[in-house]
């Protein structure tokens, strides 16, 4: 049988987690299941109330943004946990990305996309109690966590009472935990950070490096059987 995340070993041995001023409730910014899986079971084995906040007018195409957000809804509803469904505003993030489209991952049209996404749940956090958020986004080791900490950190500053939180979900064994959870719970494993700009990147290496281009809605992580 399949075992559950109460009693998997992702669960045990776990470090409680301990917020900036002690906030129990935290909005979470999901960009998808397999980078969420891991601050959601963390947040849950620490008592923390969480609500999934997933804004992510980024990913491209609609396909793809409905299977990344179909799978976050599926392990929240498994954990009882609230999920906000926020607008896939692209024409918006079509435009602020304009004249970036030859950027690389990690430069200014990734700052853009983070202050986009956070803005918002900053924006949601203000209108609706929470005095802590924080996202999931910084746990991908292909991400600069730096970076999105500033991102996060900014965007707050405009709402009294909003903090962003700059835990490092990689740390203590965050960052094996999140692919033992992904593979337990066999979520889509996407294959591009999620814009266009990035599908094209990642299409253009694997040509160049004699892989097989990307096909949407096509692997899972999957557990191994021994
Ligand atoms: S590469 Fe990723 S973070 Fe950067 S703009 Fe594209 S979707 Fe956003």
């Known amino acids: 049988m399949k075992s559950t995340f109460i009693d998997s070993p992702t669960m045990q041995n776990r470090p409680v987690l301990e917020t900036p001023n002690g906030e129990k409730k935290v909005l979470l910014h999901s960009c998808c299941a397999p980078c969420a899986g891991e601050v959601m079971e963390a947040m849950v084995a620490s008592g923390l109330e969480l609500t999934i906040f997933f804004y992510n007018p980024n990913i491209h195409p609609k396909k793809e943004y409905e ?13 009882g946990i609230p999920f906000v469904d926020a607008d896939y505003d692209v024409q918006d993030w079509f435009a602020r990305a304009k004249g970036m489209e030859r950027e690389p991952e990690r430069g200014v049209r990734c700052t853009m996309c983070f202050d986009m996404r956070f803005a918002r749940t900053a924006l949601h956090a203000y209108e609706n109690g929470f005095s802590l958020y924080t996202s999931s986004l910084g746990i991908s080791r292909w991400k ?63 040509e160049k490096n004699g892989r097989e281009k990307i096909v949407i809605g096509e692997k899972f992580y999957e557990e191994k059987i021994v």
């Open 67 to 79: 299977i990344r957000k179909n799978e976050n809804i599926r392990y929240a509803e498994q954990l």
């Open 144 to 206: 600069n966590m730096e970076q999105i900490n500033d991102c996060g950190t900014r965007m707050a500053e405009a709402y009294e009472g909003v903090k962003y939180w700059t835990y490092n979900w990689r740390k203590e064994g965050g960052g094996a935990r999140m692919y033992e959870i992904a593979k337990r719970e066999e979520f889509y494993q996407q294959e591009y950070c999620g814009c266009i700009y990035s599908l094209r990147d990642t299409n253009e290496w694997r």
